[in-house]
């Protein structure tokens, strides 16, 4: 008997062990393989990057308004926990928060689907109540915020020289690049934004975050009247810009102006955007919008006058059912399949464009970024002043991941790809299927007048920050456009 068990012992153990050294063999391959290929993968987009240098040429001249603000950046559920609010049963879409019980909702309708959000609370006891809860998290972290300090601080970062629109206090200039020259009133207490992030596969509750991404609070004093705009203009036409960049207008949604003041301010916006030299191109970035009648009217006040125009998924099908006649899309697929994102991008080119002829006034747009998780698109009117496409393309993607990993050098042990191996370029039937090559990550194409840039995001899986992530894409991609 001692005999069989010893042989039975043996046998097994060898059984066990083959079966170990049988699944390495297949693994190991798979995973080294899957390791090169991303570095094949980041090594060519860094090559298509280098490809643009900046030396050798005076420095772009870009001037980026309005706004900004102190952002504490903490997690998410622990500050809900802390607030004691507890998991709701209804996840609900509001337009602005009054109360405790309508910002769990409104959390848990965007945490689960991982999609990025931005609302007004409305309520300044609420709002100071979360702001004092914030300070008292143990990790939290503050940093400058807002889309144009953040797309400035990108752009200084990049090499270029830059005049920033908005009213900060002095500790907050005084942490600015010395490339960024301030236009704007001097503020004791600048607005904060409390930024809640969380990470992919984070619970509260029955609820599970598919991705990692972010939803933020204001209750802001100064943001929503560009109050900075009249110095702003004063210096702009003695610096030159080669790029004029408009964002943060949706510190307007839902804030509660009196009758006809926001449109007599975007009456004033439009009317310096329109004085702008034609030399100069005109960026807007897109956010977070849910008030409809404040879409019309950057429907009418400022797409008008702009050339180019970045936007990540979510806000892509909102801005698009704005000029289907439809009702905003407030949340949609926060994966979407390159195909349907293309799809789109070529409506709304259309569209703009189409609206641009019936008016007679205005520019034609001529350049469209969308920034996903898993890629990044630009499409280029052919002949345009927009040049190096390819580069800017791989550039932003590279952003993508130095950004929210929150380093220069990417690492490859914290990246993954999720673009599948090849896409299609248009979900019509028969539409042509490009594939991923390691060597040429960043595929292009022409179409109907335009050129159409696709680059593969290194997808960053140790996340430090999501929040600004739109704002660094689209600045470095504009970087080496203008």
Not at 126 to 149: D, H, K, M, Q, T
Not at 231 to 256: A, C, H
Request: proline share 5%; net charge negative; charged share 20%.
């Amino acid at each position: 008997m001692a005999i069989e068990l010893r042989s039975g012992f043996k046998y097994g153990s060898f059984l066990s062990l083959a079966v170990v050294l049988v699944a390495y063999w297949f693994r190991s391959p798979d995973s080294s393989v899957l390791n090169e290929r991303l570095d094949a993968v980041l090594s060519s987009l860094l090559r298509a990057e280098r490809k643009v240098g900046m030396s050798g040429v005076s420095r772009p001249r870009v001037a980026i308004g309005f706004g900004g603000c102190v952002d504490i950046i903490v997690d998410g559920v622990t500050l809900l926990n802390k607030m004691g609010l507890k998991p709701t049963d209804q996840p609900l879409h509001h337009d602005y928060i009054e109360n405790t019980e309508q910002l769990a909702q409104s959390f848990a309708y965007f945490f689960s689907p991982g999609a990025a959000s931005e609302r007004f609370v409305i309520n300044d006891t609420l709002f100071s109540e979360l702001v004092e809860a914030s300070r008292e998290l143990p990790g939290n972290r503050w940093s400058i915020g807002g889309n144009a300090p953040v797309m400035a601080s990108r752009m200084a970062q990049e090499g270029c020289d830059v005049l920033l629109g908005g009213s900060f206090s002095t500790d907050f200039t005084d942490i600015l690049s010395q490339r960024i020259t301030v236009a704007g009133n001097t503020v004791d207490e600048p607005d904060i934004h409390l930024i809640l992030e969380y990470p992919t596969g984070a619970t509260w509750g029955t609820y599970t975050s598919r991705r990692a991404n972010r939803y933020i609070i204001h209750s802001d004093d100064h943001n929503p009247y560009l109050d900075s705009m009249e110095q702003f203009q004063e210096k702009l036409n003695s610096f030159k810009p080669d790029l004029l960049v408009v964002g943060g207008l949706q510190m307007m949604d839902n804030f509660p102006f009196k009758q006809g003041e926001r449109e007599a301010l975007l009456g004033k916006l439009a009317k310096m955007l329109s004085s702008a030299s034609p030399q100069t191109a005109i960026h807007f970035e897109m956010a977070s919008f849910v008030d409809e009648s404040l879409m019309s009217d950057l429907l009418e006040f400022v797409l008008p006058h702009t050339d180019s125009l970045g936007m990540n998924e979510q806000e892509l099908p909102n801005l698009l059912s704005l000029f289907r006649g439809s009702n905003l899309t407030v949340l949609s697929d926060p994966n979407p399949r390159v195909a349907t994102v293309l799809d789109q991008m070529r409506e709304l080119y259309r569209l703009v464009n189409q609206h641009h002829r019936e008016a007679g006034t205005g520019r034609p747009l001529t350049r469209l970024h969308v920034h996903t998780l898993a890629f990044q698109a630009i499409i280029v009117k052919r002949g345009s002043k927009w040049k190096n496409t390819m580069s800017a393309t791989a550039k932003a993607s590279l952003t993508a991941n130095r950004h929210v990993c929150g380093s220069p050098d990417i690492d490859l042990s914290k990246a993954r790809l999720i673009l599948d191996e090849s896409f299609s370029v248009s979900r019509q039937e028969g539409s042509q299927r490009i594939p991923l090559q390691e060597s040429r990550p960043v595929s292009c194409w022409d179409e109907d007048g335009y050129e159409v840039c696709v680059a593969p995001v290194l997808v960053c899986t140790e996340v430090y920050q999501t929040a600004g992530g739109g704002d660094n894409i689209s600045a470095a991609g504009l970087v080496l456009q203008i």
